[in-house]
């Protein structure tokens, strides 16, 4: 069974900065790409960013790049999302995915790539 873990979320004004974490109990968190996906309240889930194996690729949505930054720590079997520069439309619950394969330069950008969910943490910033 996999376990993913978010946390790191909660109120911020528009401007400031947060840092979600994900921390996942897979033994073979090292061979998959990560992704952070966002669901605002009336909308559906829309991906945020997501990161390969081996923390070579990257892929960011348009919303956010230049913005967030994904990273992973493999030793740690944690995948992190700092978020910078935060507007009041980046407000939604965040959650942390596995993909469901693995490979040397793949990430994936679709909800239908991932087969293991996080909760979710919550993210309100402010005007």
């Known amino acids: 069974q996999v376990h993913l873990v978010e946390s790191g979320g909660g109120l911020v004004q528009a401007g400031g900065s947060l840092r979600l974490s994900c921390a996942a109990s897979?033994?073979?968190?090292?061979?998959?790409?990560m992704g952070w996906f966002r669901q605002a309240p009336g909308k559906e889930r829309e991906f945020v960013a997501t990161i390969n194996w081996s923390s070579v690729n990257t892929a960011y949505a348009d919303s956010v790049k230049g913005r967030f930054t994904i990273s992973k720590d493999n030793a740690k079997n944690t995948v992190y999302l700092q978020m910078n520069n935060l507007k009041p439309e980046d407000t939604a619950v965040y959650y942390c995915?596995?993909?469901?394969?693995?490979?040397?330069?793949?990430?994936?950008?679709?909800?239908?790539?991932?087969?293991?969910w996080g909760q979710g943490t919550q993210v309100t910033v402010s005007s």
């Open positions: 897979i033994g073979t968190f090292s061979s998959y790409a």
């Open positions: 995915a596995k993909t469901m394969r693995s490979g040397s330069g793949y990430v994936g950008i679709r909800a239908d790539e991932y087969d293991y």
